[in-house]
Nanobody, 130 residues
């Protein structure tokens, strides 16, 4: 069975930092690309960042560029989201997900289209206090 387990969420003050981790198992890591998504109460799920597991290319949405960084340790089959300069509007449940790579990965909003993702974790809560 496929498993994605997020960790690292918590409560911080505005301007603080958190590092989310996603440990994966049960699928061929290199055949997928990975993403981080978030969903705040009453809002639609939003793609935040993606990484091409093969070459390590990354994409983050404009709203978090310069503050969030996605990375991976392919040997550990793990993906990370470093979040700095956190704002109250970053408060959400954060999810890790895996999408089958068919053809080329594109470093654009294409890579955070949730319809492309097959496997999802249970999420980790991030709360940023003002």
């Amino acid at each position: 069975a496929q498993h994605l387990v997020e960790s690292g969420g918590g409560s911080v003050q505005t301007g603080g930092s958190l590092r989310l981790s996603c440990a994966t198992s049960g699928f061929t890591y290199g055949d997928y690309f990975m993403g981080w998504f978030r969903q705040a109460p009453g809002k639609e799920r939003e793609g935040v960042a993606s990484i091409a597991t093969g070459g390590g290319a990354t994409y983050v949405i404009p709203a978090v560029q310069g503050r969030f960084t996605i990375s991976q340790d392919s040997a550990k089959r793990s993906v990370y989201l470093q979040m700095d300069s956190l704002k109250p509007e970053d408060t959400a449940m954060y999810y890790c997900a895996a999408a089958t790579l068919k053809g080329a990965w594109h470093g654009s909003s294409w890579s955070v289209d949730s319809s492309k993702y097959t496997y999802w974790g249970q999420g980790t809560q991030v709360t940023v206090a003002s």
